[in-house]
Every structure is written in structure tokens, then in C-alpha cells.
């Protein structure tokens, strides 16, 4: 007879089930996505959702719920004392670690591609959580400008907004960054400085 380790069948299930959703540096889409390209399966399924994150937390659930199992025989004490947080504990399983990972995939991804650079070259702006917002109280204008840090040292650089931008008169920011920090600088303009009060201004990054 042979006996089922579900402690290692579960986190081999577990681990297949995650790998669909993670997009590896240097690929262009996830590996579940190139799997379903491979075999011509359709990746939009019920109700528009994705057949891959569907397939790949089918398969996360199903390996949490082994891990489950082989935790209730090993531990059957400490499962009835803690069986209240099994729902939030298979959620958090299936949700946080693809898209944890995927970003530490991709933060690696950047400082390898900014390794060896220095000054602006190793500044990225964020133009998408970057904004601008009227500020009520006196008609001024503060955009919040999201700039990260790739070198591995900290360092001094200068927000050059320049008079063709739109601007009245050229109008430089600095800003202190530490080593691989993420920051939001606040610049702000007079509303008569920007022709666009809900665009960020064109400027350019000097180290």
C-alpha cells in the first residue's frame, strides 16, 4: 500500500497551479498564457474572465486543500483550534503570492536593465501612478510625480520642466532618492502655468 505525502503532493500541485500565472524576466506573457496559445485554448472563458487565472487558482485551491488535509493528520489539536481562518488562508493562498511574485519578477527585471547606470539614467518616472490635483484652497496646481531609484546608492536629481513645455518660465525640482526608493515628488504650478491643469507638465530627469 502506498502511502500519500500530502504535504509534498499538495505543495507540487500548489506550485504547478501558481507557476500558470507568473510571468517569468525576459517573457512576453505569462506561462499559462503560452501553454493555452500552444494547444489553441481559449483564454477568456465565463463571463469574460480569464481561463488561465481560473484554471491556476482551481489548482492552487485544490493543492492548499492537500496541505490542508496532511496539517488536520499531523496536527489535529492545532486544526480545530485555527479551522476559523481556513477561508481567509485559501484566498490569501491563491491571490497574494502570483502577484507578489510577479512583481519581485519584475523589480528584478528592472534593476538588471538599469545595472551600471548612474544619475538620471537610473531614475524610472511611473507615469501611471503618477497625477495632478487642483489644490481648492488657492487655485494651485500639485502633481504628484512617482519616480523610482535603481542604482544602488542614493542620490540627488532634478525634475527640469522646461518653457516649451507649456510653461510660462523654466521650473526645476529636486528631489532626494534613496538607494532603490520609490517616491512621489510633489511639484506644484500656479493655474496659470499649465494649460492642462490635469496633465503632468513634459520634463526631463539631470542627475
Known sequence: MIKVSYNVLGAVVYVTGLALVL???????MVGSQLFEEFSL???????????????????????????????EEYPAHRRKY???EPAVLILAVIVPSIAFNNLFEMG???YAHSGQSGAEAVVYIQDESSCTELTDNGMVECSIVL????????????????????KAKKVETAYL?????????VTFSPEDMADKGEIPTFYIEG
Open 109 to 111: 527585471e528592472e534593476v
Open 83 to 85: 479551522r476559523f481562518m
Open 42 to 72: 481559449p483564454t477568456e472563458g465565463f463571463l469574460g474572465l480569464s481561463n488561465i487565472w481560473l484554471l491556476a487558482a482551481f489548482i492552487q485551491f485544490i493543492g492548499v486543500l492537500l496541505l490542508v488535509k496532511w496539517f488536520a
Open 178 to 186: 534613496q538607494q532603490r526608493e520609490k517616491k512621489a515628488v510633489k
Open 148 to 167: 523610482r531609484n535603481f542604482q544602488h546608492h542614493s542620490q540627488h536629481i532634478s525634475l527640469v520642466f522646461p518653457k516649451e513645455a507649456g510653461l
Open 23 to 29: 510571468q517569468f524576466p525576459g517573457q512576453k506573457s
